[in-house]
């Protein structure tokens, strides 16, 4: 996943407003970069169908982008664990038959570690292990991996691209640990096992791999 971070200026082919229990209109910069007849759709949705509850969604359909509403619940009750668990669910709903630019813009109540742990729970959710399934790995080669721009309030993108980038390092040992672990045993057994380590470890110069 290739990833950024801006200010709240341009939308990609999918804008998620990850949103509070409560409010009844969008920030004012909630909905910058989208054609007037999106913005006109997405006030009404907030207006009519769209309570912010944890667990809701709304697409709006508009045009060149789909503006996704992702409820987040009360701010009040917001841990780790629901900010992570809320950007996991949100990509996983996502179909790069939309659009592969997508964009995550963060508005009114939002803190920096919430925005982090909501950025990891996507990046985690960004896995797929189909090395031995050619129809499924030729299809994702096509549509191209997600390509995220994630938007703040000025004053946070210097620490929200700091904490992402350790984001990543973390990520990317989860999916290497996921990927060890589906391997079939006639592939992984110990010599081949070891040359991966070996691989893994060729360019990072703070790590030692004994075989």
Known sequence: MDWKVSEREVAGDVLVLPLWE??????????????????INTKSAFKSRFDGKAGSKLSVWGEKCRVVLVGMGDLEKCSNKV???????????????????????????????SMLWFIEGMMLRDYAFDKYRSKDKKEREEQGGWSLDIQASHRYLKELDAGITRIVGRVEG?????????????????????????EWAKDKPNVIVEV
Do not use: C, I, Q
Request: net charge positive.
């Open 83 to 113: 900010a992570r668990d809320a950007g996991a669910k949100t990509l996983s709903s996502l179909s790069k038959k939309d659009g592969t630019n997508l964009t995550v813009r963060f508005t009114t109540g939002w803190n920096l570690d």
């Open 22 to 39: 409560g409010k009844n209109k969008p920030a004012n910069s909630a909905l910058n970069g989208l054609a007037r007849s999106s913005v």
């Open 174 to 198: 989860v999916h290497l640990a996921r990927d060890l672990a589906n391997e079939p045993p006639n592939y992984l057994y110990p010599m081949s096992y070891a040359e991966k380590a070996k």
